[in-house]
């Protein structure tokens, strides 16, 4: 495991994720890229426990993820099955379990203030947190994806799926767009990747 990891997240971070992951009962799978997550955990029937993580994650992203995914396995230890999963149990464990990991050494230091912000109180993705979304996204992969803020307002746009919407207002934190085939509105996350669609 030690050696699949290390392709994935910072170097410095694997001793401490090693000793996280140190257990018999828990296995850690890399997945092809899954649109509607970056990472989940599970108990198995047999008892034991699984994490997947998408393989497509930049580093720092990967690394949050996975100790996202280790807090719940921490926390159903510690506190049982009947915890909510983004509850508080699960928040306090994703605090401590990643506090150790806010340094220099690991994280580059424009980053650092946006996951001490961020992880004053952690949300169940960190997406939802749009400067900390945003700078993550930083540090993958260059591609001709464009961010939902950045479609001028009644411009149209198509998701991977296919679908193609129609820019709206913003709301305090999600702007409103209309899917043109169904007239239904839905409300996106500013820094969704989208393909713009030059009308």
């Not at 092809?32 to 994650?57: A, C, F, M, V």
């Not at 702007?175 to 713009?196: H, M, Q, R, S, W």
């Amino acid at each position: 495991m030690e050696n699949t990891l290390k392709s994935y997240i910072p170097s410095a971070a694997i001793p401490q994720i090693m000793a996280l992951l140190d257990h018999d009962d828990l296995t850690v799978k890399i997945k092809t890229e899954r649109k509607t997550r970056h990472g989940d955990y599970r108990r198995l029937p047999n008892g034991k426990h699984e994490i997947t993580i998408n393989s497509n994650l930049n580093s720092y992203r990967f690394l949050i993820t996975l100790i996202h995914e280790i807090a719940h396995f921490e926390a159903y230890k510690a506190f049982g099955k009947h915890i909510k999963p983004h509850g508080k149990a699960w928040k306090h464990t994703f605090q401590k379990l990643m506090l150790p990991f806010l340094n220099p050494a690991i994280f580059p230091m424009d980053l650092l203030p946006l996951l001490a912000n961020h992880f004053k109180n952690p949300k169940a993705s960190s997406d939802t947190d749009i400067k900390l979304a945003f700078a993550l996204k930083q540090f993958d992969p260059q591609n001709d994806k464009t961010y939902v803020f950045e479609i001028p307002f009644g411009q149209h746009f198509k998701l991977y799926n296919g679908k193609v919407f129609k820019k709206g207002n913003k709301r305090v934190k999600r702007i409103e767009c209309i899917e043109i085939k169904t007239g239904k509105l839905y409300l996106f996350n500013p820094n969704a990747e989208v393909d713009a669609i030059n009308d």
